[in-house]
């Protein structure tokens, strides 16, 4: 298995809008079912544990009209839920028999709303993250309503949640996480070698795939970039932030690098690594991934920061991390969350003498030039006048 191969594998489910492989997976397995999952963050082995395959659902990006997705938000509503919507409309979810809305936000929990009105037979659930992390508050809230997650859903799949399956869902994540954590780490260290491009579109179909075929195309992908031949050019190493929800288009990543930026941390497709470290394997399942989430979790907005300094000195931290020059913000048109934070994150990155830009995208949109030339810019001051 090549490495371009990987990539066209990866490419071609993330343009599949339709989800065609999804039911291709499921004809595989017959008997299997499907759930699908809004960003930010559903805890895939409870999906997983009880019979079903997780599919998040990201919207059709720059590759989906939207026609009737727009009678049902407003213009000062962020793009995801309407390319979402136009989907459902154009019937490209028929192989989910279940929709998940975490609580990311206002628009994806009222989403989980429209999604009961407009299909009344489907399983919905608004699936609510604690905010409150301590295990007597957070944890035993987290706990249950994982627990009553796993029984809902084994009653649309026939396979009960036991132990066994739950500590063997477990495993295949905690592998798939450090595999990512490990070609994340290969990008920090030799950026020129992993494109963030070929990186993104591999995450994006790991959110769709049965985890057992992503942690092979992983394997072979890791094996590929450490032995590569290519060389480093003279670019800005840089984290992108902001984008945790609403993807920016394809083009758009690649604009950044084109435009001579290394990208060395960013927080795309959060889902699959949103936690940090290995879930335990003893004792209670759903014990061990609740206090996972409560002391191992990714920080970014959709987690509550009981540090009044936490927002301000995390960007400082990441940029250390992967020692990176410069940060820019990219954050979604109307993104509460993101837009929120960003002015107590760039104010941290100031006060550290962090250079940044920011600007912000939607989803569909096709236009890079102006990103194109002001990540240039960016780049250009980074390298001429960075140590100044």
Not at 50 to 76: C, H, N, T
Not at 134 to 163: H, N, Y
Not at 235 to 248: D, I, M, Y
Request: charged share 20%.
């Amino acid at each position: 298995m090549n490495r371009s191969d990987i990539i066209d594998w990866a490419t071609e489910i993330y343009e599949d809008v339709g989800l065609s492989c999804v039911r291709q997976f499921l004809d595989d397995t017959p008997g299997r079912k499907a759930a699908g999952m809004l960003p930010v963050y559903v805890p895939r082995e409870v999906v997983h544990g009880a019979g079903m395959l997780p599919v998040a659902i990201w919207g059709g990006g720059d590759r989906l009209e939207i026609i009737k997705g727009d009678a049902f938000y407003q213009s000062y509503i962020c793009h995801l839920p309407r390319s979402v919507i136009e989907l459902a409309q154009g019937g490209k979810f028929q192989a989910l028999s279940a929709m998940l809305f975490p609580s990311t936000c206002d628009v994806i929990r009222n989403l989980s709303g429209i999604w009961t009105m407009l299909y009344p037979g489907m399983y919905v659930r608004y699936l609510d993250v604690p905010q409150v992390l301590d295990q007597a508050t957070g944890g035993v809230f987290w706990q249950s309503e994982m627990r009553e997650l796993a029984r809902d859903l084994a009653g649309l799949s026939g396979i009960a949640p036991t132990p066994e399956r739950m500590k063997a869902a477990i495993s295949l994540y905690n592998e798939a996480r450090r595999l990512i954590r490990a070609l994340y780490d290969q990008r920090r260290s030799t950026p020129w070698a992993v494109p963030t491009a070929e990186l993104y579109v591999l995450m994006r179909a790991g959110e769709v795939a049965p985890v057992e075929l992503f942690i092979d195309k992983m394997k072979a992908y890791l094996a590929a970039v450490t032995e590569t031949s290519m060389r480093p050019k003279d670019r800005a190493r840089v984290v992108v932030t902001g984008s945790f929800c609403e993807q920016p288009p394809l083009g758009l990543i690649k604009t950044l690098e084109r435009a001579g930026c290394y990208i060395v941390d960013d927080d795309f497709l959060l889902g699959n690594r949103f936690l940090t470290q290995d879930v335990s394997l003893d004792g209670d399942p759903f014990e061990a991934l609740s206090s996972a989430f409560l002391h191992h979790v990714v920080p970014c907005s959709l987690v509550f920061e009981a540090d009044p300094n936490g927002k301000r000195t995390l960007m400082q931290k990441r940029v250390a991390a992967a020692k990176a020059e410069g940060i820019i913000f990219a954050a979604p048109s109307f993104c509460d969350p993101a837009l929120l934070d960003q002015p107590m994150l760039r104010a941290g990155a100031d006060a550290a003498n962090i250079p940044s830009i920011s600007f912000r995208y939607a989803e569909n949109s096709g236009q890079f030039q102006q990103f194109r030339e002001q990540a240039g810019t960016f780049a250009d001051s980074i390298k001429l006048w960075g140590d100044a």
